[in-house]
Each structure stands twice: as structure tokens, then as C-alpha cells.
């Protein structure tokens, strides 16, 4: 699951007039989401719940305030609800080494993370390596298990501690700890010691099943928006990102956060959650983002993005669940988001402004491979211009090219990783993004090595 920034830009501005419907009336059709939901809570009881839409582009089925939706990474703040219930209990301990609970840790680089630094981000493992694609077969009850011993493998990008960045490695760990030391399943551990207590009827855990209730995740393509072949979640998507809840759910779910009393976790440990958690995470509690008197956390899974934002002063909430995923510039959802959020809660808020940087980065990667083919068709038909070229000079304007082309290749193929997403994982949030930078990877390269077989083709030998 990809970190996606949400609630942080709702900051300027004054609060926004115009009711959360009306709203929704216009902002949805320009994000092309087929569908949303959401709930609202105030003064710690849930004021109002709202749906919209489809559960899949082609389907009457109508999205209800009921309807699952993947939740994406605000999965984290209940696996980190689930470990601060085993920390109340005596089981574990926030200060102890992650390698005194799961072995495959021992002697390993990262031994040392405490679980306190993994359910803060400040373990030292990276972005990049918590979007890595993972190889390992799906399906099985250990899949977990199996992931874990794979990272315990892997050597941390920053000594634990003293750096923060979000990483989903973090919480795939936490969700093995929690299964080692209840000795259950994560998701059955959840299943009885939080979404039943909570009342949570219409969730559950990805379990690699397929889930016709759920609400279709749509990715973005060229515009438009794609359905997703199946409703299905990896297993090892479950401590992370795999919490499957309907909005009316998460309502249940942010009263309770909001309570300030002890229930399914105490008061104060619930309010432990809700503050930073170390000098070195001072944005970031235990599965929250910390942002002034307000924390939040946003989700981004393929054809999904979320954001649950909470008050705690004021014990007020809101959930935004979208079937749609955003795409480069066009059909976005970060505003239809961020523009609920504003209007349930009273926050300033004012747009996410132009978009036309975005638009024409995507509308040039787009048309690029066309240019390229272009000039292809082109060296081909002048290849007597091509064959002529002779001196330093021709030697530079055959081979240059080739050097640059195969230079651009390597950024496009490579950006991707500088924002810690691995473009193969880039291709499963927005195919048509990662067609576009393969694309023109490719075409660019091709274009260039055509000009040179043109060129040392059909020559007189004498003029080779």
C-alpha cells in the first residue's frame, strides 16, 4: 500500500460553504470515481452517514453506507490498536527488540528495532522497501509468516531510531508479532478482540478470498477509470493495508477512538496512539499522523483511496471511502476527499488549486512514444540521408542519440524509486502512468538504434 497524503493539505483558507451533498454533487463526476461513502461523528456520536454511486462502473448496484470498501493504510492504526492491546496486557513490550519475539529477526541486521520504532516508522526501513513487490505464493495461512522471514532478510536503509519514513514493512512485521504472540491468525485475532467488540458487522481481514460485497476498486486509465477483475486481498496486505470496512463501520470504529474512555483499550492508551510518538517521529503517533489538534490517516490501494480524520479535542471524525484510484492530473479524488473532510469538521480548506502541471507531464509522456514512432517512420524513409552521414561530426549525430535515449530510459524506468515506488508497483496503482513511462522508455530507444541499422545498412562498403 502506497503512503497517499490527504488530510495535510486541508490547512489554508477558510472553511468551505455548501453542504457535504452538494459537494459531493459536483466534485464527483470530476474525480470519475463510480462511487464513495462516508460517515461523520460530533461530540462523540455519529451524526451522519452518506453514499453515492456504484459499486462498479456498468452495475446498478448502489454503494450504501454498509458496503465494505479496502481501507487501505488506515489499516495501521488498528494493527496498532490490536499491538497496544497486547502491550495493556502484559504480552509485550514497547521498548523490547522485535528479535525477542520472532525469531527469524535474530541476528539479523534489523534484530535490534524496537516495536515501538516499527509502529512509529523511525525502525530505519524505507519507503522503497516497504512498496518492494513481493514473490512469495499467496493464498496460504502463512503468508504472513513467509513475508516476514523475507524482510527479516533484508538490511535497513538507516540505523533504527533517528530517521523517520513511513514504510509498510513496519506493520507487515507487527501484524507476524501479533500472530506469534497471541497464537492466532491476524485476522482472526482482529476479527474477536476488535471488530466484534466494536460492533463492526460489515468488516473483516483480507483473507485471499474474493469478496463480491465489496465495492470494486477503479484504476485509472487514459481519463477514464477501469473495474478491478476481482475483489481480492492478499493476505500479507492484511496488518499493513487489508482492513475491508463499510463506512457505517469506521463510524463505530472513530467513536470509539473518540471516547476517551476504556473500552476495547484504555483512554490512555488510546491517547498514546493519538501524540507523537518520539523526538524522532514528531508527526507520527502509532498508526496516526499527528498534525497540530487533529490526526489523520489516508489510504491508497490499487482502484481505492481513503482518508479517516479525527478531532479528539472537540471528539469529532469523518471517513471518506472512494472506489476510484487517481489518476496523473485527470481524475483525481484528493479534492473530493479532503473537501468532505473540510465540510464535516470545519476545516480550512480551499482546493488543491491547478492541476495543469500534472496534466501536461502526463499528456507529454503520452504523446512522446507517438514522436518517437514518428521519427522512426521518418529515418526510415530519408535512410539515404541517414547513410550519407560521414566525419566526426556524422559519427556524433548517429551515436548521440543512442547514448541519450538510452540515458532517458533509465530515469523513467528509475524516477519512480526516488519517491519510493518501484515502477512495477507504480504499473498496479496507475497502469496507464506506468504504460506511458515504459512507453516512451522503449520507443526512444528503439528509435535511435533504428537509425543506427539504417545507417550501417545499404552502405558501400568503401564508405563504411
Not at 512469495?136 to 523475507?150: H, L, Q, S, W, Y
Request: hydrophobic fraction near 45%.
Amino acid at each position: 500500500m502506497l503512503l497517499a497524503l490527504g488530510v495535510g493539505t486541508v490547512s489554508h483558507a477558510a472553511v468551505p460553504d455548501g453542504s457535504i451533498e452538494d459537494f459531493i454533487d459536483h466534485e464527483l463526476p470530476v474525480s470519475g470515481a463510480p462511487g464513495l461513502a462516508y460517515a461523520v461523528v460530533r461530540d462523540g456520536a455519529i451524526e451522519s452517514f452518506g453514499a453515492r454511486g456504484v459499486m462498479r462502473i456498468g452495475s446498478d448496484e448502489e454503494v450504501t453506507p454498509d458496503t465494505p470498501f479496502l481501507t487501505g493504510s488506515i489499516s495501521k492504526s488498528v494493527t496498532a490498536l490490536a499491538v497496544m492491546q497486547l502491550v495493556e496486557a502484559g504480552r509485550v513490550d514497547l521498548d523490547a527488540e522485535v528479535s525477542s519475539y520472532l525469531d527469524v529477526f535474530s541476528r539479523r541486521p534489523a534484530g535490534s528495532i524496537t516495536i515501538r520504532e516499527l509502529l512509529s516508522h523511525t525502525s530505519g526501513y524505507s519507503t522503497l522497501q516497504g512498496n518492494a513487490p513481493h514473490r512469495e505464493r499467496a493464498g496460504d495461512r502463512d503468508e504472513i509468516a513467509r513475508r516476514v522471514a523475507r524482510v527479516a532478510e533484508l538490511t535497513p536503509a538507516y540505523a533504527p531510531g533517528v530517521h523517520w519514513e513511513y514504510s509498510n514493512v513496519n506493520y507487515l512485521i507487527l501484524g507476524r508479532l501479533i500472530e506469534v504472540v497471541s497464537g492466532q491468525d491476524f485476522e482472526a485475532y482482529l476479527e474477536r478482540n476488535i471488530l466484534e467488540p466494536a460492533g463492526m458487522q460489515h468488516s473483516f481481514v483480507a483473507d485471499g478470498e474474493v469478496h463480491e460485497a465489496m465495492a470494486t476498486g477503479h484504476r485509472p486509465w487514459f481519463g477514464a477509470k477501469r473495474p478491478l477483475a476481482q475483489s481480492k486481498i492478499d493476505r500479507s496486505a492484511g496488518p499493513q493495508g487489508g482492513l475491508v470496512a463499510s463506512a457505517s463501520d469506521l463510524a463505530l470504529y472513530m467513536r470509539i477512538m473518540l471516547s476517551g474512555e476504556d473500552d476495547i483499550l484504555s483512554a490512555d492508551g488510546k491517547a498514546m496512539m493519538m501524540r507523537p510518538a518520539s523526538d524522532a517521529s514528531p508527526f507520527y503517533g502509532f498508526g496516526w499522523f499527528v498534525d497540530g489538534g487533529r490526526v489523520w490517516h489516508s489510504g491508497a490501494s490499487p482502484g481505492v483511496e481513503t482518508l479517516m480524520t479525527l478531532v479528539p479535542s472537540a471528539r469529532e471524525g469523518v471517513v471518506v471511502l472512494v472506489n476510484a484510484g487517481s489518476g496523473t492530473g485527470f481524475g483525481e479524488s484528493t479534492q473530493l476527499r479532503n473537501g468532505i473532510t473540510a465540510r464535516a469538521i470545519g476545516l480550512e480548506y480551499d482546493g488543491e488549486g491547478s492541476r495543469w502541471s500534472q496534466r501536461a507531464l502526463f499528456l507529454a509522456l503520452t504523446l512522446t512514444p507517438i514522436a518517437f514512432l514518428l521519427c522512426t517512420a521518418w529515418a526510415w524513409r530519408d535512410r539515404a540521408t541517414i547513410r550519407s552521414k560521414s566525419g566526426a561530426f556524422g559519427l556524433f549525430s548517429l551515436w548521440f542519440p543512442l547514448l541519450t535515449t538510452l540515458a532517458g530510459a533509465w530515469i523513467i524506468v528509475e524516477m519512480p524509486r526516488l519517491f519510493g515506488v518501484p515502477i512495477s508497483t507504480l504499473r498496479r496503482f496507475q497502469p496507464d502512468f506506468g504504460l506511458v513511462l515504459i512507453a516512451t522508455a522503449v520507443t526512444g530507444v528503439l528509435w535511435a538504434v533504428l537509425r543506427l541499422v539504417v545507417a550501417y545498412t545499404g552502405r558501400p562498403r568503401a564508405a563504411l
